[in-house]
């Protein structure tokens, strides 16, 4: 099965008087049955597509249709309660970084800051295949505080997440690198890679690099027996360091990526909650804020809930069998606006809708940074052929939902259910 929501199909959204486009679109496969005849028939596979625009999420009760509901969840990523690395751990880092008053010394002059990154420390495209979840909180207090002014992090945090899909994509391997030349001061590897779940005392994976002048850089969560430096190792910018996972104090793969100058975390993102430096980053990026689709898979399951972190089914061949059987989603989306709500719609080769239950709600009083969700319906197709799911949003901006406000600094994470 061969999914793409690269094509774009298009789906008109308002935004509060503007619109936006939405492109996404899965493909799917249906196969005829075999027939008596043997495998000529086999061979005769019919292409089914299906486009899906931004799906639903949430628990929505099952719905008696003739076509067949059946159910689906979803709802926020789950956020840690304390910073990436745990304080036992960083008082290691920190005695490492002290102790090595004797590493060589990058190019920083001494007084004028950290060197700037050229590029984010891991493979893939930020904001496409990496989310960064969460930026250093700015905010001393209980509130959160990210560099933009918005609440792209949780209490206490202490660098940038930036996250993997899933443990699919830990699997086949995403590379992280480091982000200037440096030295290899600190590194640990051999420990367990797939947590799923927050525990305090989980021992991390890691690799620290001294890039000079009191300029040190950490790689955190990365996968068992992928660290690729030695400790004392000269690297240069770009120089793999190992693997992407989820070891120590996390419950999802992704790379905690940390800056420090003497000792003290800094951000290297500047904006408008962030003043006292100049940006650190050759060319700094602004964080996405509109809502988007990060997977959208088919399958033929009838529960994949919780399937993040893990590694969830796909199917893209579905053969008739004269009887219903579940054809179904699930998906990752970002930034959904709170109060949306959504639509499925299975439509025929012929364009000629075959199952449509309407409009519901998401159900999220709060926006979303980053949620997930699984849609089941139990189905009979009638034809064989290119099918078309549509997933669609529809939403009014919540009034201080979106990026021309800044938020206030003390408001429910966006990410959390108001329960
Ligand atoms: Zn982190």
Same mark, same amino acid.
């Given at each position: 099965m061969k999914t793409n929501i690269r094509n774009p199909f298009l789906h008109r959204v308002s935004n509060g008087g503007r619109s936006a486009d939405i492109p996404v679109r899965s493909n799917v496969r249906l196969e005829k049955p075999p027939a008596n005849s043997g495998r000529a028939a086999i061979r005769k596979l019919l292409r089914t597509r299906m486009s899906a625009l931004l799906p639903a999420l949430l628990l929505v009760t099952a719905r008696a249709s003739g076509e067949g509901v059946?159910?689906? /969840?979803? #709802?926020?990523? $789950?956020?840690?309660?304390?910073?990436?690395?745990p304080q036992a751990q960083r008082d290691a880092i920190a005695a490492a970084i002290a102790a090595n008053t004797a590493a060589p010394r990058g190019p920083n002059p001494p007084d004028a800051g950290p060197a700037p990154y050229p590029f984010q420390p891991i493979a893939g495209t930020v904001w496409q295949d990496r989310f960064i979840n969460n930026f250093v909180d700015l905010d001393p207090s209980s509130g959160i505080l990210d560099w933009d002014c918005t609440d792209f992090t949780y209490d206490g945090h202490q660098g940038h997440d930036l996250d993997l899909r899933h443990f699919g994509e830990q699997d086949v391997g995403v590379p992280i690198f480091a982000a200037l030349d440096g030295t290899v001061i600190a590194r640990h590897d051999g420990e367990f890679d797939r947590n799923n779940s927050?525990?305090?005392?989980?021992?991390?994976?890691?690799?620290?690099?001294?890039? /000079?002048? #009191?300029?040190? $850089?950490?790689?955190w969560h990365m996968r068992s027996n992928s660290v690729a430096v030695a400790l004392n190792q000269v690297v240069t910018a770009g120089t793999q360091l190992g693997l992407a996972a989820s070891s120590g104090y996390s419950d999802g793969p992704h790379l905690h990526f940390e800056s420090q100058l003497n000792g003290v975390v800094y951000e290297p993102y500047a904006g408008n909650c962030q003043t006292s430096t100049p940006s650190r980053w050759v060319s700094q990026t602004p964080i996405r804020r509109d809502t988007y689709l990060g997977m959208f898979e088919m399958h033929g399951t009838n529960n994949v809930s919780p399937f993040l972190p893990e590694n969830p089914p796909r199917k893209g061949t579905f053969v008739r069998t004269g009887t219903f059987q579940t054809i179904s989603c699930w998906f990752t989306i970002y930034n959904l606006p709170a109060n949306s709500t959504y639509r499925f719609r299975y439509k025929r080769p012929n364009g000629t809708v075959f199952y449509d239950p309407g409009?519901?709600?998401?159900?999220?009083?709060?926006?979303?940074?980053?949620?997930?969700?699984?849609?089941?319906?139990?189905?009979?197709?009638?034809?064989?052929?290119?099918?078309?799911?549509?997933?669609?949003r529809v939403h009014q901006w919540h009034a201080h939902g979106h990026r021309a406000v800044p938020r206030p600094r003390h408001r429910q994470r966006a990410d959390q259910p108001s329960a």
């Open positions: 059946v159910g689906g /969840g979803g #709802g926020p990523a $789950s956020q840690p309660k304390l910073d990436c690395i927050l525990n305090p005392s989980a021992v991390a994976n890691y690799v620290v690099l001294d890039h /000079g002048a #009191g300029h040190h $850089s950490l790689y409009t519901f709600n998401f159900n999220n009083a709060t926006a979303y940074r980053k949620a997930q969700g699984w849609w089941n319906y139990t189905l009979n197709p009638d034809t064989s052929g290119t099918w078309t799911l549509d997933v669609g």
